[in-house]
């Protein structure tokens, strides 16, 4: 798989039937390899290890009805009272991250309503707060360590 703009991460990855699959530990469960999941899978352990985000509060594939219709958000972080903090969206490195990718981050954060979204193709990463006070969302220079998120 492609190289990303993170550090280097130890997979569990196999072949069966033709295809490779990589072990998703969120998960608990084998999932097929596609430029999307490898780039979820690395960005899923950058914020482990990198950020220290728990695994218990992540979800992947988090289900998200949207004008009466069910989506699925990639990683959604709650926060310890168990309410949505962080959207993550997420996009093979080859599609370029467009507003459209961020109104898609916007539409599933419309009714997660977690204060910080972030998006990715695994080269490029940007990360926003989302002040529902004055209806903006704020671009921030890195993504934040778990500990220093506001978590109300």
């Not at 033709?18 to 979820?40: H, M, N, S």
């Not at 958000?73 to 467009?98: G, H, Q």
Request: charged share 25%; proline share 5%.
């Amino acid at each position: 798989m492609q190289a990303l703009n993170l550090p280097v991460y130890e997979f569990r990855i196999r072949n069966t039937v033709g295809r490779q699959q990589i072990f998703d530990p969120v998960r608990k469960k084998w999932v097929a390899l596609t430029p999307e999941e490898w780039v979820r899978q690395n960005f899923v352990q950058y914020l482990l290890k990198e950020k220290n985000y728990p695994a218990s509060l992540m979800v992947v594939e988090a289900k998200v009805v949207y004008n009466k219709k069910p989506q699925r958000s990639d990683v959604l972080v709650y926060n310890k009272s168990m309410k949505p903090l962080l959207v993550l969206e997420c996009k093979a490195p080859k599609v370029n991250i467009s507003q459209e990718v961020f109104f898609q981050a916007a539409r599933y954060n419309s009714q997660l309503k977690a204060k910080y979204v972030i998006v990715t193709n695994g080269l490029e990463h940007f990360c926003c707060e989302v002040d529902y006070e004055y209806g903006k969302h704020v671009f921030l220079r890195e993504i934040p360590e778990f500990s220093s998120l506001s978590l109300n």
